[in-house]
């Protein structure tokens, strides 16, 4: 079994000064947590794996191809591969669990 806990995955993103922090790769997925501060831009550009978000927290807006919704703490959004997709609005810091399957290249 492997577990983690979401504020020492916080912690351990925050000291090594990325938005992105792979915590768990397996064969069929990879796991991640995603931060993006208020007011933020969200660089990211379409990946060639299927995606899906679950907000841990914050608020923010987010465009999935021709599509836009608001999401906070609890939302779960699914993009897939090969996408356009942006955070946008972000209104409080943001922080995201992200599942890639198959893992993230």
Do not use: C, W
């Not at 999401?71 to 897939?80: D, K, L």
Request: net charge negative; hydrophobic share 40%; aromatic share 8%.
């Amino acid at each position: 079994m492997k577990a983690f806990r979401l504020d020492e995955l916080e912690a351990e993103r925050a000291a090594n000064e990325g938005a992105y922090l792979q915590f768990l790769r397996e064969r069929n997925m990879s796991v991640g947590l995603y931060a993006l501060d208020a007011g933020a831009h969200d660089p990211q550009n379409p990946h060639s794996q299927d995606e899906v978000y679950v907000v841990v927290s914050g608020r923010a807006s987010i465009t999935v191809g021709l599509e836009t919704t608001e999401v906070a703490r609890g939302s779960v959004v699914y993009v897939p591969a090969g996408v356009a997709h942006k955070f946008h609005h972000i209104s409080e810091d943001l922080r995201v669990l992200v599942v890639f399957s198959p893992p993230e290249a």
